[in-house]
């Protein structure tokens, strides 16, 4: 057994925490100490004792002691992996993010990465990583840092331009999907049932808006397969899992329509949620309004239903604290724990992770963060170079990279006019005019300011220019 | 007195030829031929005839035979320089490039660049440019090539990627205005009178959608005054020759608005006329509708007013030619005189010109046609090494350029996918929705087919599917 | 099962075929067709003799139809692997490009790769391979290409340069010997037994001189412990197999002093037999006569010592053929069959190979021929980002790889004085004087003359200017 | 006329000082002061004092005040150009840097750049311009740095890293014999007699180790003339200046016989004097033993006789500062006074000078210090894009700068492992054993502690292991 010490930063977490939690709980050869930190404290006392209840199920296979700090520096100490998935600020703020927007005709079908939404969540997120990533500096430098907070790309970006030498990545699932995606291709085309992870498939770009290149199945080659597969279930939509219309009644689920239609365009499969990519590329080609949206099979995602989401999981997690309700021990297929035992020297395994770019899309620049696969092994993640994007994605992507690594430059500088220039490119807000974009950009300032002031000290002065 | 023979391929230019052919009699020291290909060969005479009117005029310092050739291959032979200036099809084509849009909401200032009107032009173009650089390749390897025709960045590409080998460049006089506009600010801001040859620009990026990041008049950082002059000139506008004005009257003026707007978002200075630059951008930023046109001080080009200018020009020729009209030898202010002189090496000078990317813009692909300053001298042409463009501006040129690059590929393999692709990332196509963008790419291919079937022979099928 | 067709071009080799056969014998699932091509077509017929014992054998898992082809474009039809495994020309060339260049003090320890050798024996080779790729370009352009022949990266060079969509990559087992060497580090510092599959190890550079930049088994970093295994073995040497003392009677084996030495100067694992990596250094640090050799623990291996190998080998392979020896079949260690089985997408591993740099060495030439890590899965073989070499061991791979592409350069435009050029700079030439390094090459050209005139047709020019 | 303050750090030098302030006199339109920084102090007041006389004499066009500063951050202190000229140490450690070596073999015809004497000057050279930069970035960072001490390359590496915003270039004539050797060959093989500025060379490379790939004067490609040339003179060599035959004489002459081979050999002429050139080639090629010195038409510059001239140059010193001698203005054909009016905005030129890679060179590492052709202009150095250098070439010069970078990288970390790498891949020191090159090091660490310890506090350690 392996006895390690993993600091959660946002181990107030009411749902990840949970997920993560489980999955360790069910890999063997593990123990130690969970070190739970949040500035939410009650609900980081919550999850450590459902925690606790873990450890009492008979199917746990490695129990931990779960421990809560009250102090960042606290729960780094000593640290070997350090989680960190954080909500910046509040629903109220999220609200401000995804639907202050609408005003002004642009529609987010998530609002937490691309678009006006992401630019404002970066600007509360990047300086509490700015503040996270000198304390791994300083407490634990050695330390494994996985990170889960979105705007993805930003949070990783930060992470190492403080702190060069941190061994961190950042961990997404959207990849999974449009692998199971390509699973179900291949049944629905050749009656072959496989799981995900019989397939190799060469992704690559940036956090929600990969890419995938290449993709095979033995002798099969899968992306060959999607026009014949579309010729069935382009019109109607498919979603990958369960059932296929789940699109038309959960707002998370989509029905790949949008991915199909950028397949048939660059012969590309696009490796994100539908609702992930649209915010990537022109808003009129699929988000121009709510039913253009309908009638490409996915969902708005409303703040009202996050914030009714987030209540029926506290709920649950008091029911689960106290052991009115039973925890029932299912692996969550997250890669997670996979990864951290591969570091710890367990397994070798494959898995598309966001890192600085050291030459793994050399047609990006150096020390932007991408998203491809990597190997993860003994105490090491290694990048994989990925197939060249063709040149018309290239160029989406490459927009998508720069506005992230302008829009870091202006918050890292705190330089407002910086932060503006990669609000106004974009791609959700190619329908503003400049009047327009200023007005909404200072309406979603002012709506945060209580997250921002403490950072940005001239929001008085840009907001009256 | 240095002989040379110049192969003029579109020998019957019924403005820039005479510019040239002029510009060379004020140049003393050279002679020989020049040599005039045009498909239309009657304005090839005329040209001819005009040449000699030049020839007999007693300003004239160097004499030229001139020689029309109704070959390609003939004129080429034993040329040291070859000069481009063609127009690809006719006005009937270009008002479709240029107006068509229009029904879709796409205004375009210009429409022989970027935007719709520059790929279809292109579509034209490009296949007639590989035909010059085999026949360079095969007759005169060791010319210099000068190209003015547009679009620019797409020929050159061809030029070299046809023939790897070719000495060949393009030639604008665009970024020249943005120095006049320089020199204007520092006249008005300290009453400074210079003319533009006596400042450097670090002038950097593509034709048309070009970069100063530096620009220095003794002690003075030019850029550093434009404020102060937009507290005077940025409501009414300021056009830099003559009547400030100017714009008011005269479709080709415009009252640098959009310059100085994009100074105060970016802090360089965008170096073409503002007609140009708003094709670049987001159309809702400038171009959205001919009002707002209208209060950005510069106005859109029909091309029914270019085809009355055109016959005002055939006309003038005409009574040039018959001598009717005097030839007034005046010096027309552009550099290509000068450069073929330094390239003679009679001189060294600097000036900014479109060259395959060899290191002078790093940040851009290697082998993309970028312009920036070179310095011509004895029989070379080398680029200076550009300050980087601010990641923002960045951002919106590599977008430019990955479009021309896509667009070439498009056309080079005779795919109209990609052809499209390029097509819907144009700036000026953001406001279009999928279905409307096919629609109008497929009515502008009808509408030019005349000039596109022998280049495409599935235009049927992709019309129709 | 998968049936596949092999295609061995140098099926006739003594060594290689057995062992390659041998371990597709023991390999369950495959099955199919071996086509041997070899010049010696008796060699070739032997071979098959031996792979139909093989498949009378008892413990054979895969039985494969061996069939014998005298023409290339016959073994070439309907491949799928193309494995190339060749001598160029005959010992007696061998013995010249080993041994000619010790009357001129340069000793070589294997002079095949680097060295005088090297370039002699790339010159008979290079013109080869250029058919070979045309013939794969032609006949077979989606096999998966397998090099064995030395020089490695030479051979990987022309492949790609004459035919830039193939799927080729290089082999070699010299790393494995590193890797085998850390593992003995760790067993004599901290008793632990490992094997090489065990650990994962960041190797890059080029073929025979690669470097392992960092190495780990679970929580112990293999590296760190070498200087305390070096206090006990560095003066003795210490070989990785059976005997450590074994470099005393076995002219392959060695005792990693030279490797050891490395280490402790540029803190970086020299990741080859120390025979191969005394070729890329300065001959006065190792190499510098026989005497230098012994103390290294080393041996110089003679080319009449291989002759008699040779003549060995061709005794057993009779007495196996003829069945009066028993076939044993034992797996051999190499990897290629395993290769083979993750191409066809039995497995996913990772195993350093040479491919063209498309990212995985930033600090070489993209293009150039590089030995990293790669995953091989379902009909894919990518690179993994290596970590940057230390600067000064950059320094002697950055110039080795130039020396390749420079001799590679001048082979291909068959241009005498840029062979030359990379003769002059092979770090085993250093001691030479101008005078002396003509006179060697032109030697070295005269004596391997019969294999080199069909492809140089100057060679009388150049010997007598 | 524009007033400047020069900072003159070394401004007790006893050539280049006088040199300067005499090309400044001829320089009309400036003014302002030279202030002297000086160690050596009463050399400082004798500069000042010949100042002074120069400000007396009829030809002088521009007069200075010659002001003695004591402190490094009083000279400083409003300086718009710095110009940096120093001998670190004293001649007895130069003596030992180039005259240690020799009892290993190893000559040395300058010793101050490459080599084991390049590597010793620059350990104690680096620490002291580690210094001038923290200097400059406090007290005048806007000003213009030239630096013209030796080793060039590092002591330009070590500026921009220490203060990356630095303005600073270094200049160095070498490349101008070059330059006057091609208006030879013309004149030699075409009658015609040039100036070295009448023609334009694409220089590239590193300081003392350019080369020209691409000479032109009007039609006359020059370095496609040095056969002929060499057919007259390569036997008995030519020196460019007076007499052919100076290098019989002088030990600062030379036969440009080396730069003849070279230029056979590698089809580019390699743009330093030859003394320069062989130390960074192999040593068997031009410099085993001082009879194959003699032979190539070059000599060994002894530091008894750089002693020797020293004290003339004070004698004459002070001669001219007492007025006993007259002082005559002559042009001293160096540019330093040109590129510093070019800066004021007097002119725009062109000149070869050595600064941090931006593109300039695209095959070496951004960030390199290379030397190549640059545009100076109002308060502009730009780099011009170099032509590509031979592949062979390219090797033996990224050798050559990543020997710099690894000895800029070890005396930065004060790390005398990583510098003593560096040191045992000087192509000088091909020749010697492992032992003999630790032995030599030492030695020489040893003869110049003095003005070593104080920046490396572990050498007794270092020395005795």
Redesign the interface.
Known sequence: MTKIKIAYIGGGSKQWARTFMTDLALSSDLGGEIGLYDIDLPMAYLNKEIGERINQNSSTKSRFNYVVYEKLNDVLKNADFVIISILPATFKEMASDVHTPEKYGIYQSVGDTAGPGGILRAMRTVPIYEEFARSIKEICPDAWVINFTNPMSICVKTLYDVFPGIKAFGCCHEVFHAQEFLCLVLRETRGIDIHRKD??T?ASGINHFTWIT?A????YDLLALIPEFMEKYYEEGYYEYFDRFQFKYDCFAYGNKVKM?LYS??KALAAAGDRHLVEFV?P??YL?NPQMVKDWKFNLTTVDFRIKQQEERIAESKLLASGKKAIELVPSGEEATDLLKAI??HQ?I?SNINLPN??????L??GSIVET?C?F????V??????PLP??V???V??AN??I??CY?GIKNRDL??I???F??QALC?????DDGLKLFKEMISNTRKYLDAYFPNLDEYLNK
């Open positions: 397939i190799y060469d290449e095979r199945y033995k002798d239609n365009r660059y022109n009129n080609w121009k710890l020297g070798t494959i050291t030459g793994q899309m050399p047609d620049p150096m696969n190997i092994t003994n105490n090491q290694k990048p994989i170079v990925a197939k040149k018309a290239l160029n989406m490459y927009r720069n506005n690594e302008t430059l006019d910086v503006f220039a990669s106004m490119n190619s329908n503003l005019t400049l």
